[in-house]
């Protein structure tokens, strides 16, 4: 696995994903303080997927106002 991350396509593809993915995660876990990715609160697919649902929502309403005030 090393040897494939050491590649240059690897290291590109690395790259974009810290630029796209890695950061949306690292807010909704540090700065809005939802670290139970693992737990939910709620049981039952439905359940968790509502609960996503108002995470993501909260982060979007959050990087919307945050824009709006730039």
């Given at each position: 696995?090393?040897?494939?991350?050491?590649?240059?396509?690897?290291?590109?593809?690395?790259a974009?994903?810290?630029?796209?993915?890695?950061?949306?995660?690292?807010?909704?876990?540090?700065?809005?303080?939802?670290?139970?990715?693992?737990?939910?609160?709620?049981?039952?697919?439905?359940?968790?997927?509502?609960?996503?649902?108002?995470?993501?929502l909260?982060?979007?309403?959050?990087?919307?106002?945050?824009?709006?005030?730039?």
């Open positions: 696995m090393q040897a494939k991350l050491e590649t240059d396509v690897a290291k590109t593809r690395y974009k994903r810290e630029q796209t993915v890695e950061p949306v995660f690292g807010i909704i876990k540090s700065v809005m303080g939802f670290r139970r990715f693992r737990r939910f609160h709620l049981r039952g697919l439905r359940n968790i997927a509502s609960e996503w649902l108002l995470i993501s909260a982060y979007n309403c959050r990087r919307l106002h945050r824009l709006q005030a730039a």
